[in-house]
């Protein structure tokens, strides 16, 4: 036995790293990013503003010009309380360590792993309720579960990762009102979503709304958001680490978030493709194509391993899911722009022909 075998909590050992595959030379489709990056046009200017950063200093603790920048990107109220993460992956794991030892955390399966993942990285037990076949929540079932688990931690994504639907809004209030557990609902799809429960912090004190920069083209700052009351942010606030969110990436997100009118275009381009790929995508025998309020698509197919190694050998990534899981016979793949869209619908025309 190593050193290592003997230290480590074996629970640790038995956990499995979040993959992400090599991406090298690959068209990718895989992970929800834009394809938007900096505008051809700006480089100079932001290369320029982002010189001027002091590097040799730590960051600004608090973070405030950023804050109000995201504040009026998303048109987060004054009253509300604004806690900044390394990504909303740190935001979850800051909201496990706020819970005590034999705590339950409870989610909605299939969503996104890292509410599992967390949970067993704070030795916190996890709970996970399946949806129904529509990929919607059964409140019934939820409810039941609530009152005989009685979490601590409710974790909805809103849209859902990675089915793309947005649950029923009135089911939700209905958990929030069912529960003392902190409810938060992870929005990092908003920009491409109908509706937002932000406006809902000020109803319920056990409500927190989960957002992150990731899927609006910025995912290489690394950078969330964690909105509630101020009451509920200034308490959790004393979980986060000093000067999580570096020089480099305040700097940038403070020149690249302020122009509110590109983000919504860079949206709706992304929206009006996923519309037009929905509809190619469905006209093909053998493909099952759902509805997604997201800036990605959930499909189900007969042959998911065949395509997955197609597409590979074709120079795209997209994401498949594990053998014996619920979604084995599904993929998931991101929405881009028009040329890179066009690539994987011809690859995956000429696959089933």
């Known amino acids: 036995m190593t050193f290592i075998d003997q230290w480590l909590r074996s629970d640790i050992r038995d956990i499995n790293a979040y993959h992400v595959p090599s991406s090298k030379n690959m068209l990718k489709m895989d992970a929800m990013e834009s394809p938007f990056g900096v505008p051809e046009e700006l480089k100079d200017e932001f290369l320029e503003y982002i010189s001027q950063a002091e590097v040799n200093r730590y960051p600004d603790a608090s973070a405030e010009e950023l804050q109000a920048t995201l504040r009026n990107l998303m048109e987060i109220p004054e009253e509300f309380g604004v806690l900044l993460g390394n990504g909303s992956d740190e935001l979850i794991q800051l909201l496990s360590l706020a819970c005590s030892g034999g705590d339950l955390i409870m989610s909605f399966e299939p969503s996104f792993v890292m509410y599992e993942l967390v949970s067993k990285f704070a030795q916190l037990n996890y709970h996970g309720v399946k949806l129904d076949d529509n990929f919607d929540i059964d409140l ?101 680490l000093p000067y999580n969110i570096n020089t480099l990436t305040q700097a940038s997100a403070n020149f690249l978030l302020k122009d509110r009118q590109r983000i919504s275009n860079n949206a709706k381009i992304i929206m009006d493709e ?44 997209v994401k498949g899911f594990a053998i014996s899981s619920q979604l084995e016979n599904f993929i998931r793949i991101s929405v881009s722009e028009v040329k890179e869209n066009n690539v994987l619908l011809g690859c995956i025309k000429d696959f089933y022909d």
């Open 140 to 240: 019934n079932s939820a409810l039941l579960a609530i009152k005989s688990k009685k979490p601590k931690l409710i974790f909805i994504a809103y849209p859902n990762n990675p089915t793309g639907n947005s649950f029923d809004y009135d089911a939700i209030i209905e958990i929030i009102k069912s529960t003392d557990a902190l409810v938060v609902l992870d929005e990092a799809y908003y920009a491409y979503s109908e509706r937002s429960f932000l406006k809902e912090i000020v109803h319920f004190s056990n409500l927190v709304v989960l957002r992150t920069i990731s899927k609006i083209g910025f995912a290489g700052l690394r950078l969330g958001l964690l909105v509630g009351s101020q009451e509920t942010i200034e308490q959790l606030n004393k979980l986060r």
């Open 274 to 317: 996923r519309a037009r790929l929905y509809d190619a995508l469905s006209l093909i025998r053998g493909l099952t194509v759902y509805p997604s309020q997201t800036n990605f698509l959930l499909i189900e197919v007969h042959n998911a391993k065949s395509l997955l190694e197609s597409l590979k050998d074709s120079g795209i990534l």
